[in-house]
């Protein structure tokens, strides 16, 4: 699919990886919509790119379906691009010094990570569904953001790679769905990004990370990740498929 003047929204967009490929997605052309639970953040980068910005939790079902409502309204044109960032990665042991994890914190992380991303990607495929063909025959494209973490989760990750395996697991049934209406879903899992999700991290524990992949020995740019977002969309034959972006690291249980 061809980039310029197409209709993009990205969640998760007013922060790291999210907010890279709503400035590399403008610069390209596209009419960028922010989705994003900081509606400041969201903000910011709309008045920076001339895009719009909406504040909201993927999570919820009604807000969610008023905000592609208004989307379709203030562009009179349907989303043809999805870029699903908007995650959270806490880690904690499934039974730590004080017993086992509440139960609600394994809920919440899937709550965010996996059924937000669902709940934008079942919205947005009722909007392309209704939309004409464009080029190619395409009506769409929906990227989703899972990670290594789904396949090499660490001691701590349980609930993070059980949402992101799920995001895998769900590719294929929608690729499957959503192909006789000319509309792709992919997957992107990357390896360690830079950005604020990790900066927090004390430097040791960055460096010793970053040595763990095989070349280059550092952290994956966000320019990097929005890069092959770009490229994703502009070829046709990438679908039901999962690209690591890691510089083949396989992460150890620590
Ligand atoms: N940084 C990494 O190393 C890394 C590696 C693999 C995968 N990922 C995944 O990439 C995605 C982006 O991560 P990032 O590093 O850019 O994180 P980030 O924390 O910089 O940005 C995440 C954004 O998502 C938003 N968000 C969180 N919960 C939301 C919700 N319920 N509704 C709407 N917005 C919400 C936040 O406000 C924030 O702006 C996440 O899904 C993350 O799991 C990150």
New binding site residues.
């Given amino acids: 699919m061809k980039i310029p003047g197409k209709v993009a929204v990205v ?9 890279v490929v709503c400035r590399y997605l403008a610069e390209q052309g596209a009419k960028v919509v922010i ?4 509606e400041n ?1 969201a903000l910011r980068v709309a008045k920076e790119i001339q895009g719009i910005a909406i504040g ?4 919820q079902a009604a807000p969610l379906e008023a905000a592609f409502t208004s989307i379709e309204q203030q562009y009179e044109q349907a989303i043809a691009i999805v870029v ?6 806490p880690a904690k042991r499934m039974v730590g010094k004080e017993g086992p994890v509440s139960l609600a914190w394994f809920e919440e992380v899937i ?3 996996l059924i ?1 991303t669902f709940n934008v990607m079942r919205l947005a495929a009722d909007q392309m569904i209704k939309a004409q063909a464009m080029d190619d025959n395409e009506r769409g494209i929906i990227i989703n ?5 789904a396949f090499e989760g660490q001691i701590g990750q349980t609930a ?1 790679s059980a949402s ?1 395996a799920g995001i895998v697991g769900m590719m294929l049934p929608a690729a499957r769905e959503l192909a006789q209406f000319g509309i792709r879903v992919m997957t992107i ?10 900066q927090g991290m004390p430097d040791k524990v960055r460096d010793s990370l970053a040595s763990q992949s095989l070349f280059p020995k550092r ?2 740019k ?1 320019a990097e990740f929005a890069a092959l977002v770009g490229h994703v969309i502009s070829n046709p034959m990438l679908n039901a498929e999962v690209i690591r972006l890691d510089a083949g690291i396989r992460m150890q249980a620590t």
């Fill in positions: 969640t998760g967009g007013g922060s790291g990886m999210g907010e989705i994003d639970k900081s953040a909201c939790d993927v999570t699903n960032c908007a995650g959270v990665a709550q965010i990570n937000g953001t899972a990670s290594i973490a993070y992101k899992a990357p390896g360690l990004v830079d950005t604020p999700m990790l952290f994956v966000p």
